[in-house]
């Protein structure tokens, strides 16, 4: 008891002469705080109010650390039973600066009655710089000699910027000591590969896929007749893109008596050869585009036989080189050879090829 009431009302008793050797001087008014604070702390320390009075000291000691709160806050630890962070706060009052000679040997002797009752760790950490857990807080790994722990396994944890986290679980019992050396290893730092960049007089070609598909290409085109007369013919002929959705056709029309099995039927022999000329138009710039198509079909049969065709489709484009059509188209022959005009329906299958 004698001993409790020693350590607390110590730091109150001197604070204000304290003087401690931060890196930088302390304001004189977070001194001033600081005294308050560590008054209303005992208070709550005399009134059993253990939590209170530690959260208080705490805060004294952020704003002016002197030593001797230290005392204070080790003390408040031991009544809450945290025997092992209590004996680690009378380390770090010992290994201060500015610690009092004067009661030097009172916190060793706390620290050696605590030592019955927690295991004792002398801590090794590299690189220099490193810092150690202690308790809920980091403290510099070179100005805590020895950890102290709970008795049982214990898990010790340092750190460092630029270095990866270690820890290492160790077993000590109460009364009993141990030793942990832990190495921090080094990140990696990223390599970074300088940018090469040549410059060459000729202009690189441009990536295939990037390229617009040549203007001019050949198609071969499957035109069947449906009704009113089955038969079928083929269209051989080359397409020019008068703009990008427009195309001007021509082709060689090879009719029903080159191409057909002769069974169609026709009242009279169906034409062999022809022509057909006309245009095309898509709607769209992708992969499949709408189309709508017009055109007149011609055939020599006694003479010249002409028709208009107009039909709908969409157009597949594989690559630059490929693309496939499919139509559903409608005809009507101008100057049918009997004199009777008849709608045929001639559904249409072309393949263009570009260069």
Not at 82 to 93: I, L, P, Q
């Amino acid at each position: 008891m004698m001993m409790r009431t020693l350590l607390v009302s110590l730091a109150v008793a001197r604070i204000a002469a304290a003087q401690p050797a931060p890196p930088q001087p302390q304001p004189q008014g977070d001194r001033v705080d600081a005294k308050a604070l560590m008054q209303s702390g005992v208070k709550l320390f005399d009134a059993h109010d253990y939590l209170g009075a530690l959260a208080i000291f705490k805060d004294a000691y952020q704003r002016f650390p002197s030593a001797k709160i230290l005392i204070n806050i080790g003390t408040t630890l031991k009544q809450l039973d945290r025997k092992a962070d209590a004996a680690n706060t009378y380390e770090r009052y010992l290994a201060s600066p500015d610690t009092d000679p004067a009661t030097r040997m009172q916190v060793e002797a706390a620290i050696a009655e605590l030592g019955k009752d927690v295991g004792r760790i002398a801590v090794t950490v590299t690189p220099v710089g490193a810092q150690l857990e202690v308790g809920d807080e980091w403290l510099p790994a070179d100005r805590v000699h020895v950890l102290f722990v709970a008795p049982g396994t214990a898990t010790v944890r340092a750190r460092r910027d630029g270095f990866q986290p270690a820890e290492k679980p160790i077993a000590v019992a109460a009364g009993g000591q141990a030793s942990v050396a832990l190495d921090l290893v080094a990140i990696p730092k990223p390599v970074v590969k300088p940018l090469i960049v040549t410059v060459h007089d000729d202009v690189p070609a441009l990536e295939q896929a990037n390229e617009p598909r040549a203007r001019l290409g050949a198609f071969v085109m499957a035109h069947v007749s449906v009704t009113p007369r089955v038969g079928s013919a083929w269209l051989v002929g080359g397409t020019f893109d008068a703009t990008e959705q427009l195309a001007i056709d021509a082709a060689l029309l090879l009719g029903p008596g080159l191409v057909s099995s002769g069974d169609m039927d026709y009242p009279s022999p169906p034409p062999k050869l022809g022509g057909y000329a006309g245009a095309s138009f898509t709607f769209l710039a992708g992969q499949l585009r709408p189309r709508v198509s017009a055109g007149m079909p011609i055939f020599a049969s006694d003479g010249a036989r002409f028709s208009v065709r107009a039909a709908g489709g969409i157009e597949y484009v594989a690559n630059r080189h490929l693309s496939i059509t499919v139509e559903l188209g409608l005809e009507e022959n101008l100057n049918p050879p009997d004199d009777i005009r008849e709608l045929a329906f001639v559904p249409a299958l072309a393949a263009v090829g570009r260069l």
